[in-house]
């Protein structure tokens, strides 16, 4: 299982929906040789499950997890197929047990103080703060810091290449999360190049923040 160094290593996450299982091997491929192995496929799709199946299967120098997870049985879905972390819009207390049963990771969205108070009495403190920049980017991270020195954050929901370096030169920012790499058009061109050139782009942005 992945853990927090793993992804204080890469510090960016893709964030991706899937309309084709058949995509998702040559989508992880594209992405890990760009530098960004951790893939969270989005449970938005019917696709979603064997996507993860198929990375997890076939494509060692990735990592997938699973996003948009809103129930225990997705989580339970997801880790089966071989998901490696749990990404959630929300904080819910049945995804957090599914996901402590299952042992991996959970990052649950949040958005206000009553939400992480209520991820921190599940025990956790990686945090997605989503949707970011909708909620002050920046500017809540350092306000929700005050109160939550223990929290490390993954922002998520409008970070892009442009505002990477704002994020990511927080010290309460764990990672990032975002599909600007990985946009729908690309996928359905199934330009990979071209993901991969983005990723690297981020890859080498992100470096420029803390090499
Ligand atoms: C999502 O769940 O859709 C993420 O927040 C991605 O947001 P983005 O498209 O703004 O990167």
């Not at 964030?15 to 449970?43: C, H, K, N, S, Y």
């Not at 920046?138 to 970070?159: D, E």
């Not at 359905?188 to 991969?196: G, L, N, S, V």
């Amino acid at each position: 299982m992945i853990d927090k160094d793993a992804i204080a290593r890469t510090r960016i996450i893709p964030v991706v929906m899937l309309q084709d299982a058949a995509d998702a091997v040559p989508l992880a491929r594209a992405l890990a040789a760009g530098g960004l192995p951790l893939i969270e496929v989005t449970f938005r799709t019917a696709a979603a499950q064997e996507s993860i199946r198929r990375i997890a299967g076939e494509v060692p120098e990735a990592v997938a997890g699973a996003g948009t997870v809103i129930n225990a049985a997705q989580a339970r879905q997801a880790v089966d197929a071989g998901a490696q972390f749990l990404v959630s819009p929300g904080f819910l207390p049945e995804v957090a047990s599914a996901a402590s049963e299952l042992g991996v990771p959970l990052y649950p969205g949040v958005a206000t103080g009553t939400e992480i108070m209520q991820a921190l009495a599940a025990g956790l403190t990686t945090l997605k703060l989503f949707p970011a920049e909708t909620v002050g980017g920046v500017k809540a991270v350092k306000a929700l810091s005050a109160p939550f020195p223990q929290v490390q954050f993954i922002p998520t929901g409008g970070v892009s290449l442009s505002n990477l370096a704002d994020y990511l030169s927080q010290p309460a920012i764990l990672a990032v999360g975002g599909t600007w790499m990985v946009g729908k058009e690309l996928i359905a061109a199934k330009d990979w190049a071209k993901i991969t050139e983005l990723a690297s782009a981020a890859v080498a942005k992100a470096k420029e923040v803390r090499p």
